[in-house]
T-cell receptor, first 113, second 115 residues
Framework: GQQVMQIPQYQHVQEGEDFTTYCNSS?????IQWYKQRPGGHPVFLIQ?????EVKKQKRLTFQFGEAKKNSSLHITATQTTDVGTYFC?????????????FGKGTKLSVKP | EPEVTQTPSHQVTQMGQEVILRCVPI?????FYWYRQILGQKVEFLVS????????KSEIFDDQFSVERPDGSNFTLKIRSTKLEDSAMYFC?????????????FGEGSRLTVL
């Protein structure tokens, strides 16, 4: 079946360092979403990317969707302790209904003050 | 801010028992979902529900699972005869409509422990 792979599984950074997580799908996606899950919490929507090559920014977060719509990345500049959590990408297939998402395994970010 | 609410927050049950997890989606939302997350693992789609019927379901959502919207506000997930491997966090989620931002609003989750 279709898979969405995400690396790295864990990332430990010093506060102020940058962080990037990468997501790769085995098939072309209709769109990709990113979620953040704090420890013990639930996934919280960050963004949706739809267009090939799309780049979106939210303050220190930059999201990219690859030209082939098979890969995506999330980059955080100058991490803060509030960035701690697990970041999941979630892809949607063409023909799939919105909300039927295939999640990656997530990248767990820890930030040392 | 409107939110998806789930009950119970934690349920412990014996293997073979029936469990019902309850969700109240955001009031003007039309599309409802159940996801599960085994401890420390990824979030997995179970089922989507629209207009009082299942839209899509995954391979995980076998005959032991069912969903229902018994009234205008509740959305339930029933597991008929629980197995040890059903132990997980179950998240309910909703969307107001297809298109738009695509944001899935997740509830806080119901942790199910099967002994």
């Amino acid at each position: 079946g279709q898979q969405v792979m995400q690396i790295p599984q864990y990332q430990h950074v010093q506060e102020g360092e940058d962080f990037t997580t990468y997501c790769n799908s085995s098939t072309t996606l209709s769109n990709i979403q990113w979620y953040k899950q704090r420890p013990g919490g639930h996934p919280v929507f960050l963004i949706q990317l739809v267009k090939s090559g799309e780049v979106k920014k939210q303050k220190r977060l930059t999201f990219q969707f690859g030209e082939a719509k098979k890969n995506s990345s999330l980059h955080i500049t100058a991490t803060q302790t509030t960035d701690v959590g697990t970041y999941f990408c979630a892809g949607m297939n063409y023909g799939g209904s919105q909300g039927n998402l295939i999640f990656g395994k997530g990248t767990k970010l820890s930030v040392k003050p | 801010e409107p939110e998806v609410t789930q009950t119970p927050s934690h349920q412990v049950t014996q293997m073979g028992q029936e469990v019902i997890l309850r969700c109240v989606p955001i009031s003007n939302h039309l599309y409802f979902y159940w996801y599960r997350q085994i401890l420390g693992q990824k979030v997995e789609f179970l089922v989507s529900f629209y207009n009082n019927e299942i839209s899509e379901k995954s391979e995980i959502f076998d005959d032991q699972f069912s969903v229902e919207r018994p009234d205008g506000s509740n959305f339930t997930l029933k597991i008929r005869s629980t197995k040890l491997e059903d132990s997980a966090m179950y998240f309910c989620a909703s969307i107001d409509r297809q298109g738009g931002t695509g944001e899935l609003f997740f509830g806080e989750g119901s942790r199910l422990t099967v002994l």
